[in-house]
């Protein structure tokens, strides 16, 4: 990749889009070289640890390369798109091409204690673990460098895996050297498909120029049924005054994958965000469940007289903003439980603002957005904030801010019509309330077996924090006001 040195060339870098992130997957460019951008206009969108974000050019100018693919994850603050801002045209380019394989890895040098921030996984504050930035690439091969393999010299690499040393032999081109090596030559998508397939790219055959391996090879070594290692051929003589050959060591065989009856998903983005923050929550902090059966049918009755209400027309109205509003009350009457464990410190931070995070399901995986002070929200202000909140989720444009200080969460388990869970802690919150199926059950209603609208809450809670009365009052209270509505009023 060459680097413009144009006084009139700026250098687009990928920002910090979250707060210690470090890096990104470039999921989709909305300009191409040649094409002329304007200041704030969006050129690109990213994935981060918990969110796709569009990303606006800083500048007016002419974009004159893309410096990464589609698909391609980028550090923070490496270069993704230069930009001719002299004001002239220029040439239009052809799209980005990867990066050429590098030589070599070399690990990240440790970052000291207390040199800087620790990266931040969205939506869930400080990793608990040390986490490192992915290898930088050392220095790239100059094109010069590449000369096509001769068909003799690939004959002999491909066929026997010996490359004879002669006194008259030239040297071999640089790619051949990789090869013989050990180090196969491919475009950083294609190790990347490689990886997904299962497929050891040493053991490929390659097709393209200069001995790349293209997506074709490997799609074909991926079909391609496994063979049985070829037995030991006979030792040819070699004339005399002639140096032995040099033997290279055997491909390793290919992982056994078969692509017609597996798919492989890379765990990136969301998902790895996810995962990687539910493990630690479960490992550290102590997790205890209660759980109640509880009778809503005056809740659900309530909810449809509040669909008719003129002062919530247009407004998202549901069981969940009910839920979520005497969650807000059972906190407001056990302030404790809204509190995070400060493990550095030894101490207990009792937040005197509730954000509350509404577990959301979409195609990139969970996210957790929440409601910034949602304890001073009246209800139509809570179910407008509810509807946006859904509404941004389900077009995965919610921002890195809105999954960011969440105190305590609501997991709605029902919409899939399972009754109940044991949800996990996001971690740095001390309690999350799953709500299950809302179901027309047989129940005892003043003295007589009624049908009547059931569902089971659970609440888990950070043992280190919220004790066993402290938990138990909080579900009973979120229990109460589900019952009897009108304590609400009463109690809120």
Request: no cysteine.
């Given at each position: 990749m060459t680097t413009m040195t144009e006084a009139s060339v700026r250098e687009f870098k990928m920002p910090d889009v979250g707060e210690g992130l470090t890096e990104a997957e470039i999921l989709k460019w909305y300009v191409q070289p040649g094409d002329t951008v304007t200041d704030g206009q969006v050129v690109c969108e990213v994935e981060t640890a918990k969110a796709a974000v569009e990303l606006p050019i800083p500048y007016d100018g002419v974009v004159r390369e893309l410096r990464f693919p589609e698909g391609t994850t980028v550090d923070v603050g490496t270069s993704i798109i230069a930009v001719d801002v002299s004001g002239g045209s220029a040439p239009a380019a052809a799209p980005a091409a990867p990066a050429p394989p590098a030589t070599q890895e070399q690990p990240e040098e440790p970052k000291a204690e207390g040199s800087g921030r620790q990266p931040v996984l969205v939506g869930y504050g400080v990793a608990t673990s040390s986490t490192k930035r992915r290898p930088r690439k050392a220095t790239e091969?100059?094109?010069?460098?590449?000369?096509?393999?001769?068909?003799?010299?690939?004959?002999e690499l491909n066929g026997h895996g010996t490359l004879p040393a002669t006194a008259s032999a030239p040297p071999a081109p640089a790619s051949a050297q990789a090869v013989a090596a050990g180090r196969p030559l491919a475009k950083p998508p294609v190790r990347k498909l490689a990886k997904d397939l299962g497929v050891d790219l040493a053991s490929v055959v390659p097709s393209g120029p200069d001995g790349i391996i293209t997506r074709e090879d490997v799609h074909a070594a991926a079909a391609a049924p496994a063979q049985a290692p070829a037995g030991p051929t006979a030792p040819q003589p070699t004339p005399a005054g002639t140096p032995a050959p040099v033997t290279t060591a055997a491909p390793a065989p290919a992982a056994s994958y078969d692509s017609g009856r597996e798919t492989r998903i890379?765990?990136?983005?969301?998902?790895?965000?996810?995962?990687?923050?539910?493990?630690?929550?479960?490992?550290?902090?102590?997790?205890?469940?209660?759980?109640?059966?509880?009778?809503?049918?005056?809740?659900?009755?309530?909810?449809?007289?509040?669909?008719?209400?003129?002062?919530?027309?247009?407004?998202?109205?549901?069981?969940?903003?009910?839920?979520?509003?005497?969650?807000?009350?059972?906190?407001?009457?056990?302030?404790?439980?809204?509190?995070?464990?400060?493990?550095a410190n030894q101490e207990i931070v009792r937040k005197h603002y509730v954000n509350l995070g509404i577990a959301a399901a979409t195609p990139r995986g969970l996210i957790v957005p929440n409601i910034k002070d949602a304890h001073d929200k009246t209800l139509p202000q809570l179910a407008e904030a509810l509807g946006e909140l859904v509404a941004t989720a389900r077009e995965g444009r919610t921002s890195p801010a809105a999954m960011q200080g969440g105190t305590v969460t609501i997991t709605n388990v029902g919409v899939f019509g399972v009754d109940t869970g044991t949800p996990i802690l996001n971690p740095g919150e001390s309690a999350i309330l799953a709500v299950g199926a809302i179901k027309l059950q047989p129940w005892v209603h003043k003295g007589k077996v009624k049908p009547r609208q059931l569902t089971t809450l659970a609440l888990s809670f950070d043992h280190r924090l919220v004790d066993g009365e402290l938990g138990s009052k909080v579900l009973a209270d979120v229990a109460a006001v589900l019952e009897q509505p009108k304590r609400l009023i009463t109690w809120g």
């Open positions: 091969i100059p094109a010069q460098e590449s000369a096509p393999v001769s068909a003799a010299v690939q004959a890379p765990v990136k983005g969301v998902r790895k965000a996810t995962a990687q923050a539910m493990v630690g929550s479960a490992f550290t902090a102590p997790h205890v469940t209660e759980f109640v059966t509880i009778d809503v049918t005056r809740t659900m009755k309530l909810v449809e007289e509040l669909k008719r209400d003129k002062d919530m027309q247009g407004l998202r109205v549901n069981p969940l903003l009910l839920i979520a509003k005497a969650l807000l009350v059972a906190i407001r009457r056990n302030p404790d439980v809204n509190a995070s464990w400060d493990e």
